[in-house]
């Protein structure tokens, strides 16, 4: 609805500040807690289509490594986490109105 009554979705600069009280990457803990990955959900943008490079669908699907595309790639990615750490590692793409027949 906010795009049809022409919302832009754009954040002016002016309004944005930083973030207070980040923790630096030095004081990260070296133990990972990976139970963590169980309320974790992999998001991967997938909104343009490869028009620019000759193609009529979403660029995830470009064969890149023998049959597998981009999108192969990140989900076998997604099923090897699952798989190493023992946890239902959620995964979502995120489509443009371009690109969402292509991946459902």
Do not use: C, H, Y
């Not at 049809?4 to 630096?24: F, H, K, Q, W, Y």
């Not at 990140?74 to 969402?100: C, E, H, P």
């Amino acid at each position: 609805k906010s795009l049809v009554s022409g919302n832009t979705g754009m954040i002016p600069e002016s309004t944005i500040s930083p973030a207070p009280d980040l923790a630096r990457a030095e004081e990260f803990s070296k133990d990972a807690d990976t139970s963590l990955l169980a309320s974790t959900v992999v998001l991967k943008l997938n909104g343009g289509l490869g028009t620019g490079m000759g193609l009529d669908k979403a660029k995830s699907l470009l064969k890149v490594k023998g049959d597998d595309t981009f999108l192969d790639l990140t989900a076998k990615q997604i099923i090897s986490m699952r798989k190493d750490f023992g946890m239902k590692v959620k995964f979502m793409l995120m489509n443009s109105f371009s690109t969402s027949d292509d991946t459902l």
